[in-house]
């Protein structure tokens, strides 16, 4: 697969005007040609709504998961089918991202962006997720080369809440 350099990724209404809100938390599926696939993240949005998935950092959560579960994971990213599915993760996902790194502790890219375990959980539990709308996009990959950098866009809606900031109609 040619798994980009990176995707860019902007929150949207079903309309294209912008959601602008920080601490939205995502995952990533990355398809495996073998085995199980891989779960990635969290990423989550900065204050103008938008994400970004490194395609080093994958391959770190990817070479972590292989370690660590030696007989569970075989593909490498380039291995992996041309297909990502970023989704708003769940409460309980964000339950066992904590409980996951309150037992295991910091690992892959994790090491690079948190001091301590504890960092990153209480960074975590301040999310904004349950002020959007649960969805996943599907991102196709074919014909990408692992020097671009790609946009696109994670169509959701805000759950009865009007007084986060948007961006003003055009």
């Avoid at 798994?3 to 809100?21: H, M, R, T, V």
């Avoid at 939205?24 to 696939?37: E, H, L, P, Q, T």
Wanted: glycine share 6%; proline share 6%; charged share 25%.
């Amino acid at each position: 697969m040619g798994f980009p350099k990176c995707i860019e990724i902007s929150l949207a209404n079903d309309q294209g005007i912008p959601i602008l809100f920080a601490n939205v938390f995502f995952g990533a599926k990355i398809f495996a040609s073998s085995r199980n696939d891989y779960y990635t993240g969290p990423y989550w949005t900065n204050n103008n709504g938008i994400f970004r998935i490194i395609r080093e950092e994958v391959e770190e959560d990817m070479q972590a998961d292989r370690e660590l579960f030696l007989m569970d994971y075989q593909s490498t990213l380039d291995q992996c089918k041309p297909l990502v599915e970023v989704r708003v993760l769940d409460e309980n996902e964000i339950r066992g991202i904590c409980e996951g790194t309150a037992q295991w502790g910091l690992m892959g890219p994790d090491r690079k962006k948190w001091k301590t375990a504890e960092e990153k959980i209480a960074f975590i539990r301040q999310n904004n997720n349950h002020l959007v709308h649960p969805g996943k996009m599907h991102i196709d990959l074919s014909g990408v080369s692992p020097t671009d950098v790609i946009q696109r866009t994670f169509v959701t809606e805000l759950l009865n809440n009007p007084s986060l900031p948007k961006a003003p109609s055009a």
